[in-house]
């Protein structure tokens, strides 16, 4: 029986799978029956194809063979199952398992718990999690980790405090992972004294935050405002000489610029490159966007244009924030000569730049050049949304162009882009 288990091993990455079905063929021809290891390895290789089928057949064709599946044997297919998104079938597979007398071990339980976790159903992930202590099967930490994962995941993370406190309760400490995903939650949920702590709980008793940590901290500290204590968090890590890369820096020149500070920001901006961190096209997105929310709009053109000095192309963003703050400020002319200068660069603007410029010419009256740039949007590729189609249909209504207003309304109903009871508003 060695010889042939050990040709089967080879064929662990093996990608003509024909080639297995042919050995255990030949096996049987030569009076040999292939034992649970055989088959384990066959079923190991046919699921990580994601061949489910066929791991199938192979599981019936083994019980056929009179060679009984042991726990590896169902493990394998659950994983599989899971890492398909078919949880059901695992579920009932795990049934099977239990009925055929073999009770499921951490690797298994931990696998369905993963694949549940994975289609957003924590509670029945929880209720095996349950069942799985009170079969007297200990969870180990990556079953802890997963579960906490998926709570945070669908943002309940109350949930996952608790388990992270069980966790350590049952001797398992959260990774540095775990931890950062955990206080990322904590974040998004608006519980910044919570993220906080447990931030500050990784810097006394470990493990220590890593740069991902600390960019998390610094990013949702600046959102909330807190910028003294993002402050010290940034010069915290530099001090325990972890890199500071443009992530940190962009958060927290967006945080300064977010809470009226845009001239520490620049500051902030210029030391940057001072300290060999190059600033990319987020970082000078974030300062033009401040320049041209504070109507410092040639400022903005200036920013523009280093940006180009230094190699880098300005994005969809770039041009919608200049092209937004050069339409509130009725600089209608510059804002159509800059959105043609960037497709003449290769940059196509979004709808919302579009969008930003027919509503200037809408207000002023100009319909007849709103109507022109709708025009030229799917020329270039620019699908027009909602918004588009709204503000065109509101200005033609008000100056009598019903025809085509309604003609609008018919292509907008067309594309799915309205309801009848917003048609009934509009024509109203």
Known sequence: MATPNLKTDGLGNERDLCRIYSLLAEMEEMGIHPN???????????????????????LHKMRKSHCIPNIVTYTILIDALCKKGRVDEALVLLAQMIQDGILPNTISYSALINGLCKVDREDEALGLFVGMRNSH????????????HGFIKVKRVNEALVLVCKMIQDGYFPNTYTYTILIDGLFKAGKTEEAYNVFVQMTEFGPFPDQVTFNVVINGLCKYGQMDKAWECFHNMSRKGLQLNVVTYNFLIAGL??????????????????RGCLPNVVTYNILICALCRTGHISKAFQMLEIMRIKGLKSDAVTCNTIISGLCKTGDLAN???????????????????????????????????????FKSMEM?????????????????????????????????????????????????
């Open 36 to 58: 649970v290891f055989t088959y384990n390895t066959l079923i190991k290789t046919v699921s990580s194809k994601c061949k489910i089928e066929e791991a199938h057949e192979l």
């Open 137 to 148: 099967c200990s969870p180990n930490s990556i079953t802890y980790s997963t579960l906490i």
């Open 257 to 274: 610029c977010q809470s009226n500070r845009a001239r520490k920001a620049f500051t902030l901006f210029s030391q940057m490159e001072e």
């Open 335 to 373: 804002a159509r000569l800059l959105l043609n200068k960037i497709l003449d660069e290769g940059t196509v603007p979004d709808v919302e730049a579009y969008n930003c410029l027919i509503n200037g010419h809408c207000k002023i009256g100009e319909i007849d050049e709103a109507l022109k740039l």
């Open 380 to 428: 270039v590729g620019v699908t027009p949304n909602v918004v588009t189609y709204t503000t065109l249909i509101d200005t033609l209504c008000k100056e009598d162009k019903l025809d085509i207003a309604l003609s609008m309304l018919d292509e907008m109903k067309a594309k799915g882009l309205v309801s009848n009871d917003i048609a009934l508003s509009i024509t109203n």
